[in-house]
């Protein structure tokens, strides 16, 4: 089912890339001021293209570091101030590496192997780096990712014929089946075991946070371990010292758990490419209507897709009366945001992002909304299911 493979890709493999070093040990030897890293890639074409991309940020970042592939090698070289996440990212965001770069000779291996699919995904295995103690730490501390892959491979066994069905009836935006399914015996024992996994993402994330409570890995951790952030992890950024809130991700993470409110500013016009290519305008778009709803959102993000049959119900019930659906993907790829849309079949303006539209709503995670009115007043927020039924019900008497 789409939703379950896009949980476990929004929490899990953000979970499986966390790391941190406690303390820098003391050494003779001074530190290196720049680092470097040495590239041995089997399976891939000369002339691949590899940049370093901050990692754990939740933003779009540009590469710090770029390459090319040649004879199955490459170097990337810059400076840090501290050791920092990174993905090495290869062809055009086919496939990734994560690593904890810090000032040192690095070395990189790995096979690579690209999908015979439509998107040629990169795939790696037997991935190994060397050089830095931040990746060492980090692969100590997340050695429990075996047991949870184990466990998400058992619970999904014998379940595909039913994923598949309530997957399909998501997409068709059919609640009426959806409830159908979900109250059988088959769907009840899927679920249990799906929230009993989930429950233990949660518990292993939230140790290894409060372990590094005291130093700037625990914000870090946080980062990497939530795809988003609610008013639920505010105990846990609180938690963390003083120095440790101050810190890079620190910083970061504080802007997301207490984030500036934009309601009551103004949205300025700007323009986007539709599926075709055509570029529109807010201001085309809201033309006539008393209020539009604005939704990032993006194909690989669970809970933007679960939230979709909501807006359908929405758009069908309050679409004659003023109301308008404006969906903005950040997908990096544009052809998976395009397979999206044929699957979800949404009735209403679909653009694609170019960064500096949601750099400009400051927006950290998805599904984020933000409810406007006919002179371009942001009014809410947040609005999702019952909650966005609601206020247009307020808004939109008969």
């Known amino acids: 089912m789409n939703t379950i493979k896009f949980k476990i890709v929004g929490l899990c493999i953000c979970l499986l890339t966390i790391s941190g070093i406690a303390q820098k040990k003391k050494s003779a030897a001074p530190a290196a001021a720049s680092y470097s890293i040495e590239g041995n890639i089997t399976g891939l074409e000369d002339g691949t293209a590899v940049k370093l991309i901050p990692g754990a940020t939740h933003s779009s970042e540009p590469a710090v570091a770029e390459s090319t592939i040649k004879e199955g090698k490459f170097t990337l070289r810059g400076k840090l101030k501290e050791p920092r996440f990174f993905y090495v990212v290869f062809g055009n965001n086919k496939g990734f590496i994560p690593v904890l770069v810090e000032n040192s000779k690095i070395k990189l291996s ?4 690209v999908s015979e699919g439509e998107d040629k995904r990169i795939n790696f295995k037997n991935e190994v780096v060397s050089g830095s103690k931040s990746h060492d730490y980090y692969k100590k501390e997340t050695a429990f990712r075996a047991e949870l892959e184990k466990d ?17 009836a998501r997409v068709a935006g059919n609640k009426k089946a959806m409830d159908s399914i979900g109250n059988t015996p088959e769907w009840k024992v899927f679920e249990a075991k799906e929230k009993a996994f989930f429950n233990k993402v949660a518990s292993s994330s939230k140790n290894l946070i409060s ?14 371990s939530y795809s988003y952030f609610t008013p639920d992890q505010k105990p846990e950024f609180e938690q963390f010292s003083e120095a440790a809130k101050k810190s890079y991700y620190g ?11 934009l309601i009551g500013t103004s949205v300025s016009n700007f323009a986007l ?6 570029p529109l305008s807010v201001k085309e778009i809201v033309a006539g209507k008393k209020y539009i709803l604005i939704d990032f959102w993006a194909s690989w993000c669970g809970p933007c897709r679960k939230e979709i049959p909501n807006l359908k119900a929405a758009y ?5 009366k003023g109301f308008e659906i ?34 400009a709503f400051n927006v950290k995670a998805i599904p984020a909304t933000y409810l406007v009115d006919s002179k371009g007043v942001i009014i809410s927020d947040n609005l999702r299911g019952a909650a966005l039924e609601e206020k247009l019900k307020e808004l939109l008497k008969s």
């Open 251 to 261: 910083q970061l993470v504080d802007k997301e758990v207490n984030p500036k409110s």
């Open 152 to 168: 998400y491979v058992e619970y999904h066994k014998g379940t595909e014929a039913i994923q598949e069905l309530y997957g399909k």
């Open 316 to 320: 069908s019930e309050y679409a004659s």
């Open 110 to 113: 790995a096979e690579g192997t």
């Open 326 to 359: 404006l969906s903005i993907s950040i997908d990096s790829d544009q052809k998976a945001w395009l397979k999206a849309l044929g699957q979800e079949n949404m009735q209403w303006p679909n653009l694609y992002d170019d960064d500096k539209v949601s750099k």
């Open 273 to 278: 490419n539709d599926k075709d290519g055509k």
């Open 211 to 224: 372990k590094h409570k005291d130093s700037w890995w625990g914000p870090l951790f946080m980062m990497i």
